[in-house]
């Protein structure tokens, strides 16, 4: 990859992912303009579609594989860092923000302009071919959520929220409603309907509706206009908006490029209400001092400050914004008619929170003129906490109604009845989850094994948005009856109840599966400085133990492998590749990957058989191992089955390299048994 992409990688990175941007929602807008201004403020020489597309593999069943390559090779150096795919995201919303009508192209037709800006042919890059851009944006939203705000809340959707019909492209379609001109406007427009209302932050479906009753279209952009009438798209317009109404701290900017925002929040701990902040960026001081003589102590070594020097929270500085400016250093809090507090798991204290937590317990404050909106949600969907709490609790604030604990116990019905309330709690809604993982437990020894558990301590289950199934959650193979009530997507489920025995597990649900271990401990092995062994030529041990060294140490025997010099018990398998082919791969079934290079012809061959052709094929053995052979000639992989097995990725030291060949070749095969390794690949990849 040239030193123009690269420098395309870190622009936009810095641009829309920036630390100033903490706290904020981020939208990945880019058009012609933005991308000449971006260009010639960074002194960029090579536009962007050109620079991305001279590294298109176009004619081939793969065109990105290369920006995908870059992006793992990256990935490694930096684990935390952006997704090394940018400029291609990039390229994909400037298709988006050109779907007008034209002498060329219905509004509709994205995959034509896609292809048109990257190869100059519309018929280049084919619809059939853009799943792995899709796939990239569902990457950038798990990179951005992991990031927990430092580098902006994200605005991309989860599958399940996208129409049916815009299933891939969509992603980038959300990110081109809003233009800068869009989000520049809005403060002015929060501004005029504070004015005249007492309730925030208003739902997206009512900001929507008084911009059409104020006829105020016209201050917004074409692409946002387009969007207010398209029926599929304005329910996710409407979250968009709504999300940047409730983050604004009513100041005249949305983020204020170059200051860090800390975020102030409430904290209910031993009875009382006080403030404290949460900064989420990568410098963090022991003490800030703000103008007003408001002060900000770190609380131990956490991302979380004690704030003194500010009214206590009451029913005035609630629903008031709140904002006082140090350098480089914005502390605010938007007002707010209703407050919900969780438990912290890093201070153990009540602390408010952005979103409603299926599965724990809260405690919910509402304004007047809240309280209607918050009785039908916990109506429509809470499990206790229906009641509001009448006891004359001190530090609730004057007029508010208090309601403790409100848990959901159905994560479907809580994002449900959220859609239908909106209201002061439209905003609430869970944190959006893309794909199956598991969370929390009590690891031992991460060094040793990262998904090892204590027995008694095993973690909770994370079903992702986008399934829309009902198929079971499967524990080790099998449906598990205790689990059935706890089933509701988006919502953690606790394995602790299952009480599993000690050993390796699997989690399944809807044809994805990852794993974890359970043992009662486990023995740390001090690392050795000398290690004692037998070196291996030929396939032979030495006769006598030495000191391995680390060149010999990888084929090496040791410990209780010492009691066989040699393992000649494991069936062969001989396979014929084709010595023509551009590249020999196989991934076997435990993650593990190869690359095979055919061998040279010895100089033999030509002095004893000087009329025989060259073959076309050399032989490979193998021992032991199960896998696919896969082999790519004249762009197309051609995949076959060596010792079938089931694939187990997540049990090699580096599955990504061997996800990334598999994704690669997804087309090398139509057998059953290839699309499980495709889909393996795919969740390894997210």
Same mark, same amino acid.
């Given at each position: 990859?040239?030193?123009?992409?690269?420098?395309?990688?870190?622009?936009?990175?810095?641009?829309?992912?920036?630390?100033?941007?903490?706290?904020?929602?981020?939208?990945?807008?880019?058009?012609?303009?933005?991308?000449?201004?971006? #260009?010639?403020?960074?002194?960029?020489?090579?536009?962007?579609?050109?620079?991305?597309?001279?590294?298109?593999?176009?004619?081939?069943?793969?065109?990105?594989?290369?920006?995908?390559?870059?992006?793992?090779?990256?990935?490694?150096?930096?684990?935390?860092?952006?997704?090394?795919?940018?400029?291609?995201?990039?390229?994909?919303?400037?298709?988006?923000?050109?779907?007008?009508?034209?002498?060329?192209?219905?509004?509709?037709?994205?995959?034509?302009?896609?292809?048109?800006?990257?190869?100059?042919?519309?018929?280049?890059?084919?619809?059939?071919?853009?799943?792995?851009?899709?796939?990239?944006?569902?990457?950038?939203?798990?990179?951005?959520?992991?990031?927990?705000?430092?580098?902006?809340?994200?605005?991309?959707?989860?599958?399940?929220?996208?129409?049916?019909?815009?299933?891939?492209?969509?992603?980038?379609?959300?990110?081109?409603?809003?233009?800068?001109?869009? #989000?520049?406007?809005?403060?002015?427009?929060?501004?005029?309907?504070?004015?005249?209302?007492?309730?925030?932050?208003?739902?997206?479906?009512?900001?929507?509706?008084?911009?059409?009753?104020?006829?105020?279209?016209?201050?917004?952009?074409?692409?946002?206009? =387009?969007? $207010?009438?398209?029926?599929?798209?304005?329910?996710?317009?409407?979250?968009?908006?709504?999300?940047?109404?409730?983050?604004?701290?009513?100041?005249?900017?949305?983020?204020?490029?170059?200051?860090?925002?800390?975020?102030?929040?409430?904290?209910?701990?031993?009875?009382? $209400?006080?403030?404290?902040?949460?900064?989420?960026?990568?410098?963090?001081?022991? #003490?800030?001092?703000?103008?007003?003589?408001?002060?900000?102590?770190?609380?131990?070594?956490?991302?979380?400050?004690?704030?003194?020097?500010?009214?206590?929270?009451?029913? =005035?500085?609630?629903?008031?914004?709140?904002?006082?400016?140090?350098?480089?250093?914005?502390?605010?809090?938007?007002?707010?008619?209703?407050?919900?507090?969780?438990?912290?798991?890093?201070?153990?204290?009540?602390?408010?929170?952005?979103?409603?937590?299926?599965?724990?317990?809260?405690?919910?404050?509402?304004?007047?003129?809240?309280?209607?909106?918050?009785?039908?949600?916990?109506?429509?969907?809470?499990?206790?906490?229906?009641?509001?709490?009448?006891?004359?609790?001190?530090?609730?604030?004057?007029?508010?109604?208090?309601?403790?604990?409100?848990?959901?116990?159905?994560?479907?019905?809580?994002?449900?009845?959220?859609?239908?309330?909106?209201?002061?709690?439209?905003?609430?809604?869970?944190?959006?989850?893309?794909?199956?993982?598991?969370?929390?437990?009590?690891?031992?020894?991460?060094?040793?094994?990262?998904?090892?558990?204590?027995?008694?301590?095993?973690?909770?289950?994370?079903?992702?948005?986008?399934?829309?199934?009902?198929?079971?959650?499967?524990?080790?193979?099998?449906?598990?009856?205790?689990?059935?009530?706890?089933?509701?997507?988006?919502?953690?489920?606790?394995?602790?109840?299952?009480?599993?025995?000690?050993?390796?597990?699997?989690?399944?649900?809807?044809?994805?599966?990852?794993?974890?271990?359970?043992?009662?401990?486990?023995?740390?092995?001090?690392?050795?400085?000398?290690?004692?062994?037998?070196?291996?030529?030929?396939?032979?041990?030495?006769?006598?133990?030495?000191?391995?060294?680390?060149?010999?140490?990888?084929?090496?025997?040791?410990?209780?492998?010492?009691?066989?010099?040699?393992?000649?018990?494991?069936?062969?398998?001989?396979?014929?590749?084709?010595?023509?082919?551009?590249?020999?791969?196989?991934?076997?079934?435990?993650?593990?990957?190869?690359?095979?290079?055919?061998?040279?012809?010895?100089?033999?061959?030509?002095?004893?058989?000087?009329?025989?052709?060259?073959? $076309?094929?050399?032989?490979?053995?193998?021992?032991?191992?199960?896998?696919?052979? $896969?082999?790519?000639?004249?762009?197309?992989?051609?995949?076959?089955?060596?010792?079938?097995?089931?694939?187990?990725?997540?049990?090699?030291?580096?599955?990504?390299?061997?996800?990334?060949?598999?994704?690669?070749?997804?087309?090398?095969?139509?057998?059953?048994?290839?699309?499980?390794?495709?889909?393996?690949?795919?969740?390894?990849?997210?």
């Amino acid at each position: 990859m040239d030193h123009s992409y690269e420098q395309w990688q870190e622009v936009l990175a810095e641009e829309f992912f920036g630390r100033q941007h903490a706290g904020h929602p981020t939208l990945f807008y880019m058009d012609d303009d933005v991308e000449q201004e971006l #260009r010639h403020g960074y002194g960029l020489e090579e536009p962007l579609t050109q620079c991305v597309g001279k590294f298109l593999r176009t004619g081939t069943a793969e065109p990105y594989s290369a920006l995908e390559d870059y992006r793992w090779r990256k990935r490694q150096q930096d684990k935390d860092g952006v997704p090394a795919f940018l400029p291609l995201l990039a390229c994909s919303v400037m298709a988006a923000s050109r779907m007008v009508n034209d002498h060329n192209h219905r509004a509709t037709a994205y995959h034509a302009r896609f292809s048109e800006l990257l190869t100059g042919d519309e018929k280049r890059l084919g619809s059939h071919q853009y799943e792995p851009v899709s796939r990239m944006w569902q990457v950038m939203a798990s990179w951005q959520h992991s990031q927990k705000g430092a580098r902006g809340l994200c605005s991309i959707p989860v599958p399940a929220d996208l129409p049916s019909n815009r299933s891939r492209i969509g992603f980038a379609q959300s990110q081109a409603l809003l233009s800068g001109a869009d #989000r520049s406007f809005m403060p002015k427009f929060f501004r005029l309907l504070r004015a005249y209302g007492t309730t925030w932050p208003l739902q997206g479906e009512t900001l929507l509706a008084q911009i059409e009753i104020r006829g105020m279209e016209q201050h917004f952009s074409k692409g946002f206009r =387009n969007a $207010l009438r398209e029926e599929e798209f304005r329910p996710f317009l409407a979250r968009l908006i709504g999300n940047y109404a409730a983050s604004w701290d009513g100041s005249d900017d949305l983020v204020r490029t170059g200051a860090v925002r800390a975020e102030l929040l409430v904290r209910l701990d031993a009875g009382r $209400l006080s403030w404290m902040a949460r900064l989420r960026s990568a410098e963090q001081k022991a #003490r800030i001092e703000l103008k007003g003589g408001i002060v900000l102590e770190q609380l131990g070594d956490t991302a979380y400050y004690e704030v003194t020097g500010l009214p206590a929270p009451s029913a =005035n500085t609630l629903t008031g914004e709140i904002r006082r400016d140090g350098e480089n250093l914005v502390l605010s809090r938007p007002s707010s008619s209703v407050l919900v507090l969780a438990r912290d798991d890093v201070l153990g204290v009540w602390a408010g929170t952005d979103g409603f937590r299926p599965g724990e317990a809260h405690v919910v404050l509402a304004a007047p003129t809240a309280q209607r909106d918050v009785q039908r949600l916990l109506d429509k969907a809470a499990t206790t906490g229906r009641r509001a709490d009448t006891s004359k609790l001190g530090w609730v604030p004057h007029g508010w109604s208090l309601h403790k604990p409100v848990t959901f116990d159905d994560a479907v019905t809580l994002r449900r009845a959220l859609t239908e309330v909106q209201g002061a709690v439209g905003v609430l809604q869970p944190p959006a989850q893309f794909k199956l993982r598991l969370e929390g437990g009590l690891k031992l020894a991460p060094s040793l094994d990262p998904h090892l558990y204590l027995r008694g301590g095993e973690p909770q289950v994370v079903l992702p948005d986008a399934v829309q199934d009902t198929s079971a959650l499967l524990i080790d193979g099998t449906e598990r009856p205790e689990l059935k009530k706890a089933i509701a997507v988006g919502r953690p489920i606790p394995l602790t109840v299952l009480r599993l025995e000690p050993g390796r597990h699997t989690v399944s649900h809807a044809g994805v599966e990852i794993g974890f271990a359970t043992a009662e401990q486990a023995v740390v092995e001090p690392k050795a400085t000398k290690v004692c062994g037998f070196t291996v030529v030929d396939g032979e041990a030495s006769q006598s133990p030495v000191l391995l060294v680390e060149e010999t140490l990888p084929t090496g025997i040791t410990g209780a492998g010492c009691t066989s010099a040699s393992d000649q018990d494991a069936t062969a398998v001989m396979e014929l590749c084709r010595r023509d082919a551009d590249e020999t791969l196989f991934a076997a079934a435990d993650g593990r990957l190869w690359t095979f290079q055919a061998p040279e012809q010895p100089d033999w061959w030509t002095d004893r058989l000087p009329d025989t052709p060259a073959p $076309l094929r050399f032989e490979a053995d193998f021992h032991g191992v199960g896998g696919w052979l $896969l082999e790519r000639r004249s762009g197309r992989w051609k995949g076959r089955p060596v010792n079938p097995q089931t694939s187990k990725p997540t049990s090699a030291r580096k599955p990504r390299a061997w996800a990334r060949a598999v994704l690669n070749a997804q087309q090398a095969s139509d057998e059953s048994s290839w699309a499980e390794y495709v889909q393996a690949a795919k969740e390894l990849d997210r």
